[in-house]
């Protein structure tokens, strides 16, 4: 097979499907496979019906992976992120998670996620320029 490769700043739908599958068959080959399984908590205007936040993520691997949460600022400090995090817990002990990860910014709520348990895993310095984003899990036993 003679190879090329060849940069495009306009990737399509089908150019990322072209190197996820096989990067999905070779993480199955490895792994034995798992399908994401995807889950939101939101947090909706009670007049409106409007979602102004929540959380939003998913169990892959056996790790419950917070993609997204954000809690409205005239809600911040009253509870409803703990009552988010806790429910995304919950959902991962039913599930038989190992653990629960997510990455935030320094400006968002590092001391948040150590509050509720997270471990710090990791960093990158400067990203964005004078910031630190931060990587957190925190494993679960499944006897509590």
């Known amino acids: ?3 090329r490769i060849e940069r495009t700043d306009t990737p399509t739908a089908e150019d990322r499907e072209a190197i996820l599958v096989p990067l999905r068959a070779y993480n ?26 929540g959380l939003y993520g998913r169990v892959f691997f056996q790790w419950f992976y917070i993609e997204l949460l954000v809690v409205p600022e005239q809600a911040r400090g009253q509870g409803t992120g703990s009552t988010l995090m806790q429910m995304a817990e919950d959902f991962a002990r039913e599930k038989n998670c190992v653990g629960m990860w997510l990455d935030t ?27 630190q ?12």
């Open 1 to 3: 097979m003679t190879l």
């Open 28 to 53: 199955t080959a490895k792994t034995g496979g798992t399908v994401p399984e995807l889950v939101a908590w939101l947090v909706r205007d009670e007049h409106s019906g409007e979602t102004v936040g």
């Open 105 to 131: 910014f320094d400006f968002q709520a590092p001391a948040f996620y150590r509050q509720l348990g997270f471990t710090e895993i990791g960093q990158i310095d400067d990203y964005p320029p004078g910031h």
């Open 133 to 144: 984003r931060f990587f957190f899990q925190k494993r679960l036993s499944q006897t509590e």
